[in-house]
């Protein structure tokens, strides 16, 4: 029998909502404390988030649950976090480990990681602002190298937070890559506080390995509790020495079941579109094969030749073989994606619609990105455009690119030298023949 282990549910934007937090409650299969979904911290957004704060205000479950800022202006994430701590929360936990690419511009999230001054500052500003028990962090290994680590976490440990998370990856490594449990036991070795681990725990064995390979005093899980939500429950009844019970077929049409009851309830006026949307996307984890069934070694693809030779389709007949595997994909015309994103960056954009749009892209397990090369080209389209090859490229997820554009002179003189390079990684597939249009409307 083991000692008793801290067991929490990571956060994750969109999913790890009220909804997702009442239905764990409804199985009977809860951690011992919650994190909501980022809050976040700008200096013109001085009202918090009032679908997220519903996770704190209406939480059903007895188990505390805390705010989660990510930011990086110390004056504003202090603002957020007082304002936190008028609700029922527990305290706040600082977002040091968020990998989408648009957070990590603004030197959020993971972003934060490459700068020590930056994280030292709103660690510090956190720390004098909140109560004894009320600050954790939730970071990464580093933003490029594990090694980054060892500069880091002395800045984290000046600060003495109540509890540390670390997810044992880097920014680059995204979700896909092996955890570094080490780094994590040098953190459980230096730090005064609990450390929780975070990173591929996906059953009672990888929790088991953990516990051996780095003694943490708690996990997180965050994916797998969305495919298996009764990962809670079968983790305590195994570091207490008992069976953990499998479930059912009949448990899964249950767990769907209260997640359609709960994410209608959130709706004040019911848009069965809008509920759809909601169900698809925890329903996509659902679905999903375990992390380590992944194939990590799938190529990208660059689908060329003129128009009308079936690239597209090519294209689309593969993310069905995907689909059918249990896979998310995600489709994008390249033309309509940037320009909806460059409205939103440049106009207004109140829910943050541009930077889920980028999040959701980024992390697909495989991104068709159709008709590269019909964009109205401009410096936010080139920018917009390497940063999602980029993080893709280093988080090891397939793309599929297809092009009219033949000529490689031309695109790297369209797209840079930088984008060119991230596609010179893609597999080539050149389409020849004659237009499959035309030879339809001439029959």
Known sequence: ?????LLALAPMKDV????????????????DYFITEYFRTVAHHKKMDPYIMRSIDENPTGRPIYGQL?????????????????????????????????????????????????????????????????????????????????????????????RVCIHARTVREGYR???????????VETLKCPVIANGNIVDTQTAEAWVRLAAPAGLMAGRTALRNPWIFS????????????????????????????????????????KHIHRMKKYLVYTA?????????????????????????????AIAGIVLEKGYDVIYVSSPDFFSKLEGLHFGADPADEEETLMQTAAGA???????????????????????????????????IVTTNITDGALLEKLY????SSRLSAFVPCLFAGDDIRTQKAAE
């Open 234 to 273: 079968q983790l305590r009844a195994h570091f207490r020495g008992e069976a953990a019970t499998a479930p059912t077929f009949r448990d899964l049409l249950r767990y769907i079941r209260s997640l359609y009851k709960r994410t209608l309830e959130m709706q004040d006026h019911y848009v069965e579109e």
């Open 177 to 187: 890559s092996p955890v570094h449990p080490e780094w994590v036991k040098w953190a």
């Open 70 to 162: 990510v930011g990086q202006e110390p004056e504003h994430l202090v603002r957020d976090a007082l304002n936190l701590m008028n609700h029922a929360c527990a305290g706040v936990d600082l977002n040091m480990g968020c990998p989408a690419p648009i957070v990590c511009r603004r030197g959020a999230g993971g972003g934060m990681l490459r700068s020590l001054r930056a994280m030292d500052s709103a660690l510090g500003a956190l720390r004098d602002s909140l109560p004894a028990g009320g600050f954790s962090v939730k970071c990464r290994l580093g933003y490029e190298t594990p090694d980054e680590f060892e500069r880091i976490l002395p800045v984290i440990a000046r600060h003495a937070p109540d």
């Open 416 to 419: 840079t030298e930088k984008i």
């Open 288 to 316: 999903r094969g375990l992390p380590e069934e992944f194939d990590h070694h799938s190529e990208s693809l660059m689908l060329f030749g003129n128009a009308g030779l079936g690239k597209t389709h090519a294209a689309l």
């Open 365 to 399: 397990d495989l991104l068709i990105l159709d008709d590269l090369g019909s964009e109205f080209n401009s410096a936010f389209l080139i920018s917009s455009l390497y940063s999602l090859l980029n993080n893709r490229l280093g988080a090891k997820l397939p793309t």
């Open 1 to 5: 029998m083991h000692k008793p282990m």
């Open 16 to 31: 790890t909502d009220l909804a997702f937090i009442k239905t764990l409650n409804d199985l009977n299969s809860l951690p």
